[in-house]
Nanobody, 121 residues
């Protein structure tokens, strides 16, 4: 199990950028796939970006080409660079290990506090 703490959210105008950070404690970080998830009000939690322990990344269609996930296995950090933010991107953003079995699999039980992203002019 890992223990993530997210930061970097805020208010940004449409078309703007934000960089989210996540510090992760837990001995399995270096061997775990790590992901960024988000949950908008009234909607289900969704995985939007995943980076493997070998730094291969993949994205859901809604953010591909706009967001970039990265990790630093020395400092136990995970980042999400978000560019060209859209009105449909506001949500609480969380980082955590990837789902068991990959996309669509079971998500972790323990979650950090998340960080709020708001997109508004």
């Amino acid at each position: 199990q890992v223990y993530p703490v997210e930061s970097g959210g805020g208010l940004v105008q449409p078309g703007g950028s934000l960089r989210l950070s996540c510090v992760v404690s837990g001995s399995i970080f270096n061997i775990s796939d790590m992901g960024w998830y988000r949950q908008a009000p009234g909607k289900q939690l969704e995985l939007i970006a995943l980076v493997t322990s070998g730094r291969n990344s993949n994205y859901t269609d809604a953010v591909r080409g706009r967001f970039a996930i990265s990790r630093d296995n020395v400092t136990n950090m995970v980042y999400l660079q978000m560019n060209s933010l859209k009105p449909e991107d506001p949500a609480e953003y969380y980082c955590n290990t990837g789902p068991l079995g990959g996309w669509g699999g079971r998500v972790p039980d323990y979650w950090g506090p998340g960080t709020q992203v708001t997109v508004s002019s």
